[in-house]
Structure formats: structure tokens, C-alpha cells
């Protein structure tokens, strides 16, 4: 009884603390700065820009970016106000981080390791090949020091990066042939960015950047052999199904793709305290939304994939996941060689996957197996 009347006395001294001490700072005039007073609120309003790398309003991931600036507005009470842009609408897709970067725009929303040829480091914020899924890339950003390296990457470039979503474990991928073993990669022409385009190029392939929008007319064109893209429901949304004979499992590639903002550093610092909290909060928001949208949608389009449009579905055979294992540590190898910031960034993540994998093991793992379907 005397512990449980001293936490009740405890809790009700604290939160009479932080109501004086909100009370204190909203009469102080503080402007946030020194002494750790809240900003004060002035009331100015911001019309600001967001450019995507994603076709306008696209399914879920470009939803996600709509549904972030709505919730912005929502939560500012109309004074931050977010216009955004679909890939091509004001910018070129892949130039939306250049944009960014010089001022033109104050925000963009897409994936770091599009931006591999400026910054290699950034690739380990998206998707490492046979890295963590969107759960261990959730505790590496949040809970493992992953975003402060994040924030410190991109600082050089003027930008500030909040994960903004996940796409959950992709699919391997279309393709027009059936892959039997690791000879059939060989001249293999696939639409494939980031570490896995490298890992694919080192296993005698051809890794193609394009956009989402050109990759259906050069799949069916021939200007490309295969193509991985995201999973069952953008795939089937897609029509990949219809110019394409095999679909492959798993996504060894991308195991749990973060999905980035980005905004431009002196744009950022310019917005009250509470205003940049509530980006914050829209940007935790849209990160939880994506990921629960892919898990609810992926099963119910795979379904149809196979039933209604008689798509072969195919896993990647053992040795052909050995074979891309063995390159994606040759890769990372090489990378981590030629850039210190890679280097510093790739130990960092593969310490925590290594921690957080062994804790997966007796928990995620163990009860997965006990659970899981037999077919």
C-alpha cells in the first residue's frame, strides 16, 4: 500500500511539474533556442512542395506520400500545406534528390539507394540484399542509431531523411525465362537498382535502372529480359503478368525496402519546433500505414496472380541464392573499400543485423515455423 500511495504521489508531482513548466514556456516568449524554452507558435503558414519518384498517386507508395501531406495539414491546422508532385509531374523521377538539394523544392519522397551514384552509402538505408526485413530495419533506424548515421550522410548534402515507409519483403521478380541456375544469369538484361543491380552485373547479368513508369513498355519491348518491382499487388496492377511467364520467390534483393522524405536541410530548419514535430510524427505515421497497406494486400493479389491469371510461380533454386549470396558479399566488399561513409555505415547495420538476427532466431523465426501453413 505505502509503494503504491509513494507512484501515485510521484506520477501526480511529475505531470504538475510539466504543466508548470509548459505553463512557464508558453509565458516566456521563448523561441526555442536556448534553455530549452518551447518555439514559439506565430501563426505563419508554408506552402511547400514535395516531388516523388513514383507515378502520381501510386498505389500505396505514392498514396502514402498524399496521405502524408494531408495528414501535415491536418495536424498543422492549414499551415503547413504540402503540394506533391508524381515523378515527371514537376521533376524527372530519378532527379527528385538534385532538387531537393538546391532549394527548388523542399521536400522529396522516394528510395536512397536511387541515389547510389551520388551517395554509395545511402543504398543501406533502402534495402541491403539478404539484409534485415522492414521489422529489423525499423529497430536499426529507430531503436539502433541507424537514422542519426542516416541524418548524418545526407547532412552533407543539405538534406534531412525520416523513413516514410516499407515495403515489406518484395518478390524475386518477373522474368521470360526460367531461371534453373546460376548460368542462366548470365547476359540476362533485368530493370534492377541499387545492390542487387551489382550483384546481378556481377553474375555475368546486365542491371538496368529505369522508372516505374518505362518499365512495363521495356519488359514488353525487349529492351529488358526481367524486371523486379515491388509484390503481388503492384505487380498484378502493373500487368507484368501479361507480357511476362515466370514470377520468382523470394526477394533476396530487398528484403524490406525503406521507403525515404527527404527534405532540404535549410527549408527544415526554418519551421517552427512544432511544425517540424508534426512532420515527425505524419512521416512515423505513413511508415506504419505502407507496411500494414503491402501485408493486408500481398497475399489476396498472389492469389489471383496464380488462380485467375495462371502465372507460374517459381523459387529461385538453392544454388542460385548461394551464387548471389557469395556476390552480394563480394559487392559489399568492394564498396566498403572504395568509401570510407560506406564503410562506416555498412559496419554499423551489419553489427545490428547481426544482433537483432540472432534475437529473430528464438523469436520471429521459431514462432513463424511453429505457425506457419504447410502449403
Known sequence: MGEEFNRRKFVKAAAAAAGSALLAGCGSGGSGGGGGAPGVITGKKY???????????????????????????????????????????????????????????????????????????????????????????????????GLELWQEVYGQF???????????????????????????????????PGLGGKVIAKAGGAAILSPGSEIYTNLERGVIDATEWIGPHHDLLMGFHKIAKYYYTPGWHEPGTVIEMFINKAKWESLEPDLQEIVRAAAYRSNLWMLSQFEALNNDALQKLIGEHKVQLRRFPDDVLATLRKYTDEVLQELIEKDATSKKVYEHFDAFRKKVGAWANHSEAAYHSLVAPSK
Open 47 to 145: 506552402e511547400w512542395n514535395m516531388v516523388t519518384t513514383w507515378p502520381p498517386h501510386f498505389p500505396v507508395i505514392g498514396e502514402a506520400a498524399d496521405k502524408l501531406a494531408q495528414w501535415v495539414d491536418q495536424m498543422s491546422g492549414g499551415r503547413l500545406k504540402i503540394k506533391v508532385y508524381g515523378g515527371g509531374e514537376l521533376v524527372p523521377p530519378l532527379e527528385a534528390f538534385d532538387n531537393v538539394r538546391q532549394g527548388t523544392v523542399e521536400m522529396g519522397h522516394g528510395a536512397a539507394y536511387y541515389w547510389a551514384g551520388k551517395v554509395p552509402a545511402a543504398q543501406f538505408f533502402a534495402a541491403v540484399p539478404f539484409g534485415m526485413n522492414a521489422q529489423g530495419m525499423n529497430a536499426w533506424l529507430y531503436g539502433g542509431g
Open 158 to 192: 543539405g538534406l534531412v531523411p525520416m523513413p516514410a515507409g516499407n515495403s515489406g519483403v518484395q518478390m524475386g521478380g518477373w522474368f521470360n525465362k526460367e531461371i534453373n541456375s546460376a548460368q542462366d544469369l548470365k547476359g540476362l538484361k533485368m530493370r534492377i
